[in-house]
């Protein structure tokens, strides 16, 4: 279990599952440069935080809930927290609402402002929200939801066991490398392209071939 003061930014997972470098500038060396799709992503989250929690049918929403889990280390805020009505009445899972009868089932959703990823940096964030919801409200939760402002669709997410595990491995990871407060050196691929600090990061540059063989068949590789 972690203290209150040793808890790091959940958002961090997303960062670091995407590049350690990357994390690593963004949350040890304060770097941050903004481009239109940063942009663009930030306006969604914001809009998304706006407003009070509201009742549609079955559905209670709130919006801007902060999280932590002392058991992970982290703390954060989802954009979107939806509490499912659930048929059984009071012996039924879930958890209660002030002021609301029955029992209901915590959802959370998140917003991005693009299209779904091939790897997991958006899954593995969401992950850990449901995670911290669960420790908080002592109650299970089982899925949630990335809402994609390109496609204007949810993806909906199950929080399986090997989802769980990296969440859990990558907050582990997470706190060594603050402990140590090293930024780890670049190492250039496709998805630094990607990157809205590869400006500041210049992983072309500063990465180090091992040999000169190596340097060679890089050059070859990136002619080719």
Request: with cysteine.
């Amino acid at each position: 279990m972690y203290e209150e003061e040793e808890l790091l930014l959940l958002s961090g997972l997303q960062h670091l599952e995407f590049c350690e470098r990357q994390w690593a500038l963004i949350h040890l060396e304060q770097v941050w440069a903004e481009n239109q799709q940063t942009a663009e992503g930030r306006v969604m989250h914001e809009r998304a935080d706006e407003g009070e929690g509201e009742r549609r049918g079955e559905v209670v929403t709130a919006r801007g809930v902060a999280l932590r889990s002392l058991r992970l280390g982290l703390s954060g805020r989802a954009d979107v927290v939806e509490f499912h009505r659930v048929e059984g009445g009071e012996a039924a899972p879930g958890v209660e609402l002030a002021g609301r009868a029955g029992r209901w089932r915590p959802y959370p959703v998140e917003y991005k402002r693009g299209r779904p990823k091939k790897g997991d940096c958006d899954r593995v964030q969401l992950c850990a929200q449901g995670m911290c919801l669960e420790e908080m409200l002592g109650t299970r939760v089982a899925g949630g939801a990335l809402y994609y402002g390109s496609i204007r669709r949810r993806a909906e997410v199950e929080f399986g066991e090997e989802l769980r595990g990296r969440v859990e491995e990558l907050s582990r990871r997470m706190h060594e490398l603050y402990r140590k407060g090293e930024t780890p050196g670049p190492v250039y691929g496709a998805w630094c392209e990607r990157c809205s600090l590869v400006e500041v990061c210049l992983p072309r540059a500063l990465e180090r071939p091992k040999s000169a063989r190596a340097y060679l068949e890089k050059a070859l590789r990136e002619e080719r």
